[in-house]
């Protein structure tokens, strides 16, 4: 049957797939290929099986993880002065640097076997999180050692004697690692790179070798100015022969000892006022030995599958968790401040154009780390999500950017003014950098989520192209003819589904028994038939054109990313053990994410090129429903987690470091923790109408309660305040005004 069928039936298709899907060129299938599926599958299947999801293990923090982070990690915090690192020193104190060596902060990734730390996902996640909340420079410096670079290259690819070498002296500091991708000509599209390698021979420690001979000029390359050993990503040449691969080999990845002559260091970049060590390197006839190729010579011109397989860890963890940081933060600072600044004579905290941003930042904060949360427990079961680390790192920055903007409407002239107690502004400048680097968020989100997560996730897109790759012709309508009727019937069944689950309002989706959230999974049971549906047509009607039509394509990633952070949401309160409290941020999380879903998919079908699909598809998912934002009463209460020193606030917020004396975190939760105890004694006043003096001269209030009052109203003065410079403090900050007008009464007389 199934060889009539194919001769019969899937020939004239099969032929038609070869010109309407879309064709992968040699890098693309590297690209698509590296990494793996997990539950963005399951979402992208339009049947969900919900217990894929339950059965993730929580991810939690071992003893001796907690202890680092509770020891070496509050130490180096309490080590950092972040304003002078950014305005005055222009890089981390000399102590901070061997603190770091010392505690094995660049080996967290390295195995205990190496020197390094060993630690999970988490615990590598938990710590540059950590970090993040007292010093986006200090976050970095230790976030890229063990991100993409080197060490992550060496642990997933390295020989055991580039193992062996290398990395006890990464994890030591010994030696000091950056990687080298980004190029003049080549940001996101790194297969237009012209920096060049050719195989050849030359002289290395005093022998002739086969080697190869480098040229490259790279440029945003952190920790380039230190550096020991640059990783190098080059397009890598053979034209004699040497390794019997051709002449044009491909993206490769090597190790090159910056000390080697021909290696230059470029004067330093500043990336947004944020004083990490980061610049451009050059090399000019360089030569090293073949085996410093990483992987050794199996792995030339497989450099570009290497590089996302890295990226896939790399890429999940260490900007989602500054981004989950400064969120955090925002939400931290924002809820106390809102408490404690008062207008006209209320706790701007009680107003309703506070209470809205403040709510939107309570549940981003929560949102976005059960997404890192989730994320993590991946990684550490030893997966490499490849398109949720393109979730991640897209939404866990563009969140960051909504939530530090909140904070800054929320604290409004005490953000703006620059200084030592401005505890906003570092993160503030941190928004561009997240957001630009590991691949700009706009190629991440109109290319890669979707167009990778399409062809990977789909249950069957991926095997179709690649039996329309074969060169034998009866081989590749057999395979093609077994994918394509499977894809058939899968997309009946979606198509009923997505039927029934619209018109029922996603009554009848499935979902697991979760209480007071089970309507909230039929829901996304329901929007995850819609979306495999909609992904069906597209490929039948736009097909290979698919790739060129970005705008569709990055709704069609928005779709698929609040699907997935939603289930983190749903995860996260399962895996705390129901809280009823934290109800409103997770009902939150779900009305604002199913009225973006559904202002995406409709968006999609505006612009869908096939109208009569379009017509269709809303038809059968009805993408103009009844979906809202969150109401006013829910946003309220979001605002009011925060706004209230509780268990659920501590929950949102997360681990922050505390402040210090230097800063304005410290006198900001000091000043917090006595407005909210003095709260009873506030309110015996307003109803008396008497000042502190005259309850206290009245026998209102004691002489103790009095003192409570006075020191509650000094740390009020502190907070509210900004900061403020002497002309020679000014001229410290700026050499200029030494010999500058000095626009003090003072400086003029």
């Not at 003893?63 to 890089?91: M, S």
């Not at 790279?218 to 550096?227: D, G, M, Q, S, W």
């Not at 949102?652 to 210090?660: L, S």
């Not at 002497?726 to 050499?735: D, K, T």
Request: a negative charge; charged letters at 20%; one cysteine or more.
């Amino acid at each position: 049957m199934s060889g009539f069928r194919a001769k019969t039936l899937t020939k004239p298709i099969h032929k038609w797939a070869k010109r309407a899907l879309p064709s992968l060129s040699p890098t693309e299938r590297e690209a698509t290929e590296a990494g793996e599926v997990w539950w963005e599958a399951e979402l992208f299947s339009g049947n969900p099986d919900w217990t894929k999801l339950t059965d993730v293990k929580a991810p939690l923090l071992s003893a001796r993880e907690q202890a680092f982070i509770d020891g070496p990690c509050q130490e180096l915090c309490a080590l950092i002065d972040d304003w002078k690192i950014n305005q005055i020193d222009a890089d981390l104190p000399e102590e901070v640097w061997t603190f770091l060596r010392e505690n094995r902060f660049f080996g967290i990734i390295i195995s205990e076997k190496y020197g390094g730390l060993g630690f999970s996902a988490l615990a590598h996640s938990e710590i540059v999180r950590f970090i993040s909340t007292r010093s986006v420079a200090a976050a970095v410096t230790v976030m890229v050692p063990n991100s993409l670079g080197p060490g992550e290259l060496l642990h997933m690819f390295g020989t055991d004697a580039q193992q062996d070498h290398w990395m006890p002296l990464l994890a030591s500091g010994e030696e000091l690692p950056a990687f080298g991708l980004t190029s003049n000509e080549a940001g996101s599209d790194a297969s237009a790179m012209i920096d060049d390698g050719v195989v050849e021979e030359g002289i290395w420690q005093g022998e002739k070798v086969l080697g190869i001979r480098l040229n490259w000029s790279k440029r945003y390359i952190t920790l380039a100015p230190v550096c020991t050993v640059l990783g190098l990503a080059f397009k890598l040449r053979d034209p004699d022969g040497h390794l019997g691969k051709g002449e044009d080999i491909g993206i490769t990845c090597a190790l090159v000892p910056t000390d080697l002559p021909g290696v230059e260091t470029g004067r330093r970049h500043i990336p947004s006022a944020t004083m990490f060590l980061n610049g451009p390197t050059t090399g000019k006839d360089v030569f090293i030995p073949l085996d410093h190729i990483i992987g050794g010579t199996d792995y030339a011109g497989r450099g570009w599958m290497m590089l996302m397989s890295a990226l896939a860890a790399g890429r999940g963890i260490s900007l989602p968790s500054m981004g989950c940081a400064a969120t955090a933060m925002s939400a931290h600072t924002s809820g106390a401040y809102a408490r404690i600044r008062q207008q006209f004579g209320l706790p701007i905290g009680k107003f309703g154009g506070i209470q809205e941003p403040l709510g939107r930042l309570a549940a981003n904060a929560y949102a976005m780390d059960a997404a890192r949360r989730l994320t993590c427990a991946g990684l550490d079961e030893g997966r490499s999500l490849s398109v949720i680390s393109a979730i991640m790192k897209c939404h866990a920055t563009y969140r960051m950017r909504d939530a530090v903007n909140d904070a800054l409407d929320i604290h409004s002239g005490k953000a703006v003014i620059d200084g030592p107690s401005n505890y906003l502004q570092a993160c503030y400048r941190a928004v561009p950098i997240g957001i630009t680097v590991e691949g700009a968020n706009i190629v991440t989100r109109s290319l890669i989520i979707f167009g990778q997560g399409a062809i990977r996730a789909h249950p069957h897109i991926l095997d179709e192209m690649k039996a329309l790759t074969l060169e034998d012709e009866a081989e590749s309508l057999d395979a093609f003819d077994k994918h394509f009727w499977a894809h058939v019937g899968h997309s009946v069944k979606t198509f009923f589904r997505a039927f029934g689950r619209a018109w029922t309002g996603g009554r009848i989706g499935p979902a697991p028994a979760a209480g007071p959230v089970t309507d909230i999974y039929r829901q996304l049971a329901r929007w995850s038939a819609a979306y495999a549906l909609t992904a069906d047509f597209a490929f039948l009607t736009i097909g290979g054109a698919l790739k060129r039509k970005e705008m569709l394509s990055a709704r069609m990633g928005d779709v698929l990313s609040e699907m997935y952070i939603l289930s983190a949401v749903l995860k996260r309160w399962e895996d705390e053990g129901r809280q009823k409290a934290d109800l409103p941020v997770v009902r939150y999380n779900a009305e604002r994410a199913f009225q973006r879903i559904q202002t995406a998919m409709d968006e999609v079908l505006v612009n869908f090129p096939s109208r009569w699909a379009a017509g269709l598809l809303r038809l059968v998912t009805l993408p103009g429903g009844s979906a809202r934002a969150p109401d006013d009463a829910l946003t309220e209460a979001c605002s009011d987690l925060l706004y209230e020193p509780s268990a659920s606030r501590d929950r949102i917020v997360g681990p922050v470091y505390g402040g210090c004396t230097r800063d304005g975190i410290a006198t900001l939760n000091a000043c917090f923790a006595a407005v909210t105890k003095a709260a009873p004694l506030m309110k015996k006043l307003r109803s008396a109408e008497q000042s502190p003096d005259a309850a206290l001269k009245g026998g209102i209030i004691t002489q103790v309660e009095h003192d409570q009052i006075s020191h509650m109203q000094a740390l009020t003065e502190q907070v509210v305040a900004v900061d403020d410079f002497s002309p020679e403090e000014l001229a410290q900050l700026y050499p200029a005004l030494k010999t500058g007008r000095m626009l003090t009464k003072e400086a003029a007389e």
